[in-house]
């Protein structure tokens, strides 16, 4: 008898309850996201933008989502655990919707716990948010969530796709963090522009800017959406070579 959707989900829900590493990571994504906004608030008094400044600890717990989405699947492959799981569940689909959906639970939990907490601390430590509209604030908060969790997809489709825990990762952060970091080092302004609105990381956070929105590359939720278009295309593309490759 073929299994069908909800047997791939109780044997996902079974690992992750078992096998604590979704949970601790997690629960770090909202220790390390409210920490450093924290320290990011109290540092940033004056800021034309504080609703951005609270929010510097996302920066941080990308990472910790973005890992954590990697390890879900390929961690598996380093184990070897991945043929008893596909022994037990042909449909590979499947268990990859498994996964994303318990992820997409985990993250978006942690997410509005963290973001809901660096948003409380930059409200004490900063003096509320003088001049920022609420609708910006929510805005800002909500895409924040979201940006999250689009990054956890996209970890876990980098994962189905390498299927080596450290190299997904390392590709994932580089995408986060390097290409960030190399946009000042290009000599030509549009060419910067362009890569602006392209990489995940700046168009995506983008959404948390609430001043000076005009002079940005790119809008907040066109921003999200560029996000959402890379884990959309990273993870289809891990369902496809989950699908063709041998386990």
């Known amino acids: 008898m073929t299994a069908a959707p909800a047997d791939a989900l109780r044997a996902e829900w079974a690992k992750v309850r078992t096998v604590p590493d979704l949970g601790a990571a997690l629960l ?22 504080p609703v951005h400044v609270s929010l510097l600890g996302v920066q941080l717990g990308q990472a910790v989502v973005a890992a954590a989405g990697v390890q879900l699947l390929a961690g ?32 978006a939990t942690a997410a509005v716990v963290a973001v809901g907490g660096s948003v409380l601390a930059g409200w004490l430590l900063l003096d509320g948010y003088p001049g920022v509209p609420a609708g910006a604030l929510l805005r800002a908060a909500a895409g924040s969530v979201l940006y999250l969790i689009l990054v956890a997809l996209l970890g876990l ?45 700046t168009a995506g956070q983008t959404v948390q800017t609430t001043v000076g929105l005009a002079a940005m590359p790119i809008g907040p939720w066109a ?23 041998d386990a």
């Open 223 to 245: 921003g999200l959406a560029v996000t959402a278009g890379w884990a959309a295309a990273v993870t289809a593309a891990g369902a496809m070579v989950l699908c063709r490759r």
């Open 76 to 107: 598996e492959y380093g184990t070897g655990l991945i043929r008893t799981t596909f022994a037990a569940l042909p449909r590979r689909r499947q268990v990859l919707a498994a996964k994303a959906l318990l992820l997409v639970a985990g993250v």
């Open 28 to 49: 770090l994504t909202v220790v390390l996201t409210v920490a450093v906004a924290a320290v990011a608030a109290a540092a940033g008094a004056g800021s034309p933008d």
């Open 157 to 201: 489709g980098a994962g189905a796709v390498v299927r080596h825990a450290a190299a997904a990762t390392g590709l994932v952060l580089g995408l986060l963090y390097l290409v960030p970091a190399m946009l000042r080092f290009f000599p030509d302004e549009d060419l910067q522009e362009l890569v602006y609105r392209l990489c995940p990381a």
